[in-house]
């Protein structure tokens, strides 16, 4: 009897031992996003996830600061860097602030990837572009050009903060192909930090210092919403426009008010999907980032890299009233 007690002991010991190996195997990859609280990012998270359940053994942990800095992330990152992730995916709020933190990461053998808002090629191994963007530059005019009465007049753009890598690369694209829509004229930039309060702010006083502008172009989820709020609350349905980047549950009412015609947006929970799938093949060491390769990305495909080590998801889709109840639904 005493035998038997002893090997029940053993056998449970084993398992147990067994069980902590096995978790010990788990891969953790730290979602790191621009702030919490933001449904664009939020969406992304709900991708991660499933990309997590589909793989199994994957924890994925969706953390970021509650306001758009980049002291904010060096901290989330160290927290991760404690916590003894694998993998560390980032949207920054800044190119080059959170690259010293980033490269303590990989020097305890963290795999460093960089989505959406990119980190310069020094702190990362790639970059996941959510499009191509030359693409989303020219989406963002053909958009201006759409909300004007003969494709002609004023605009003005509603950006996040000063530094946002991706913000700053399209508005950069933006201004390159002005050339190719000769009745365009854009007024000035201001920008909103991603905060809503803030945005709203800066699209009420760029309409009242600029009262010939008739559509703003807000590449970014907070953004675009924020401006299609002050369009509604000020009575200028019909008379200014907003569009841009926005996610189809928030701008479901800005298509039915009319403050916005038509936006676009890729899928964020794709692109958190595809995030998470690049990030667990570099930690398992089946894919190396590299110029010319291509990763797995399950429901996705492959993944090409291209220069710079960069790559790019999809095309922008463009959401408007004959589409929008189907996919505000989704996200």
């Not at 147990?16 to 933001?38: F, R």
């Not at 390769?293 to 009233?321: C, L, Q, S």
Request: aromatic share 6%; glycine share 10%; hydrophobic share 40%.
């Amino acid at each position: 009897m005493k035998l038997a007690k002893t090997l029940a002991i053993g056998v449970a010991f084993a398992v147990a031992m067994m069980a902590g190996a096995a978790s010990a195997k788990d891969v953790k990859i730290g979602l790191v996003v621009k702030s919490l609280g933001n449904g664009f990012f939020e969406a992304a998270n709900k991708g991660a996830q499933e990309a997590a359940k589909e793989l199994g053994g994957v924890e994925v942990i969706y953390t970021g600061p509650t306001s758009t800095t980049a002291e904010g992330q060096i901290e989330v990152i160290n927290s991760l860097i404690a916590q003894g992730v694998d993998a560390i995916a980032i949207s920054a709020n800044d190119p080059d602030a959170v690259i010293p933190a980033l490269k303590k990461a990989k020097q305890r053998g963290i795999k460093v990837i960089s989505w959406d808002s990119g980190v310069n090629k020094d702190g990362r191994i790639l970059q996941l572009n959510p499009s191509s963007n030359e693409l989303i530059g020219k989406m963002c005019l053909t958009l201006a050009k759409d909300h004007l009465e003969g494709g002609k007049g004023d605009f003005a753009i509603l950006s996040a903060t000063t530094t946002s890598t991706n913000q700053n690369i399209w508005i950069d694209q933006m201004k390159k192909q002005l050339k190719d829509f000769p009745g365009l004229n854009l007024v000035t930039t201001v920008y909103g930090d991603d905060l809503s309060d803030k945005s709203y702010r800066e699209a009420e006083g760029l309409l009242k210092s600029n009262p010939n502008v008739k559509v703003i172009v807000a590449p970014t989820t907070v953004g675009v919403l924020a401006a299609s709020k002050v369009v509604e609350d000020k009575g200028l349905v019909g008379k200014v426009y907003v569009t841009g980047l926005g996610l189809p549950s928030e701008m479901a009412g800005a298509i039915k008010s009319g403050a916005t015609k038509e936006f676009a947006i890729w899928n964020p929970i794709d692109l958190g999907y595809s995030a998470t799938q690049i990030a667990y093949h570099l930690v398992k060491g089946d894919a190396t980032g590299k110029p010319g390769t291509e990763i797995e990305a399950g429901r996705m495909g492959k993944i090409k890299i291209g220069d710079n080590g960069e790559a790019a998801m999809a095309d922008p889709f463009v959401y408007n009233a004959s589409n929008i109840d189907q996919f505000s639904k989704v996200f």
